[in-house]
Every structure is written in structure tokens, then in C-alpha cells.
């Protein structure tokens, strides 16, 4: 079965950088949409941001824009959110997400047929 799994989560200080990975297995990763959305205590669900099939085009919500950055190297079938200047308000769990449908990118979390279990994200001040 397909499966996407986080890792790199953990405990950090404000203003310090973090890297989380998504590794995909059981997909051709190229022809997927990955994205990346957070739910913080009490929050729904939110996009964070995401990076197209067949480029290196990505889109990221407003709150993260210039901060987080989304890369992926197909070779290795793995998606990399790289979060910097983080902030306590950042402090998530963190998922990984993919679609197939020709769509580039999407914030539409209906789309995305896959996730993973998360990854905890705690920033403290």
C-alpha cells in the first residue's frame, strides 16, 4: 500500500531552522503534487504550502511565505519542507500530502489521496 512518512519533527528554539522529510513508497513520486499542511492545538487543518508534479514550481500559504521552503528530488522519492525564522505560533503537526489530477498545486486538502501520520513540530520562545 502507498504510504508517505514525516520525519525530522522534534523540540526547537525559536528562530532556529528544521528540516522535515517526507519519503513516499509505493507511488511514481514524480507524477504526484506533494504538499505540506500544519494543525495546531485546537486549529483545523491549514496548507502550508506545495511543490508541482513536473517542476520545481511551488506555492505557500501566506503565513509561511519566505520563511518555508519546499523542495523534492524525485530520485530519491522524498518531499523536504525546510521551515527557517520559525516562531512559536508554528508549533504543529506537521503532514505530508500527494495527488495525482494534472493540477500543479492545490491548497484543496479534498484533492491530496494520500497522507502521512504527521510529524510534531514544537517551537519554543
Known amino acids: 500500500q502507498v504510504q508517505l512518512v514525516e520525519s525530522g519533527g522534534g523540540l526547537v528554539q525559536a528562530g532556529a531552522s528544521l528540516r522535515l522529510s517526507c519519503r513516499s513508497s509505493r507511488i511514481t513520486f514524480s507524477t504526484y503534487t506533494m504538499g505540506w499542511f500544519r494543525q495546531a492545538p485546537g486549529k483545523d487543518r491549514e496548507f502550508v504550502g506545495a511543490?508541482?508534479?513536473?517542476?520545481?514550481?511551488?506555492q505557500y500559504s501566506d503565513s509561511v511565505k519566505g520563511r518555508f521552503t519546499i523542495t523534492r528530488d524525485n530520485t530519491k522519492s522524498t518531499a523536504y519542507l525546510f521551515m527557517n525564522n520559525r516562531d512559536p505560533e508554528d508549533t504543529a503537526i506537521y503532514y505530508c500530502?500527494?495527488?495525482?489530477?494534472?493540477?500543479?498545486?492545490?491548497?484543496?486538502?479534498?484533492?491530496?489521496?494520500?497522507w502521512g501520520q504527521g510529524a510534531q513540530v514544537t517551537v519554543s520562545s
Open positions: 500530502a500527494g495527488y495525482r489530477n494534472g493540477l500543479e498545486y492545490s491548497h484543496d486538502q479534498q484533492l491530496y489521496a494520500y
Open positions: 511543490i508541482a508534479w513536473g517542476n520545481t514550481n511551488t
